[in-house]
């Protein structure tokens, strides 16, 4: 018998526990929340802010990347720089320390 491919298969709860992490926490909440179950490519998308489906909104985490960075910057991960791009500043995030990336 062949196996389904992890990307198309079902995703749902074996505990409603929160695990302390407040995007994960979040997230949890809407995978609880989801009839019927979704597939784990359309979670990756919704999740990651990277669909646009009208009727999915409700399930998007919102600045999730700018969320997940504050978080790393808080366990010091990351830094935070701003850095001037012609007219506009914008901020950056660089690993703190570089021997992580190869980990």
């Keep these: ?55 999915k909104l409700r399930y998007q985490i919102r600045n999730v990347r700018e969320r997940i960075a504050k978080n790393l910057v808080e366990k010091g991960v990351l830094t935070t720089e701003k850095q001037n791009f012609v007219v506009f500043d914008m901020t950056t995030h660089p690993l703190l320390d570089q021997t992580q990336k190869q980990m």
Aim: net charge negative; charged share 30%; proline share 5%.
């Design 1 to 55: 018998m062949r196996k389904r491919n992890i990307l198309s298969r079902r995703v749902s709860l074996k505990s409603e526990v929160p695990c302390g992490d407040i995007l994960l926490d979040e997230a949890l909440r809407h995978v609880k929340d989801t009839e019927p179950q979704e597939t784990c490519q359309s979670w990756i998308e919704l999740l990651s802010g990277e669909t646009w489906n009208p009727l």
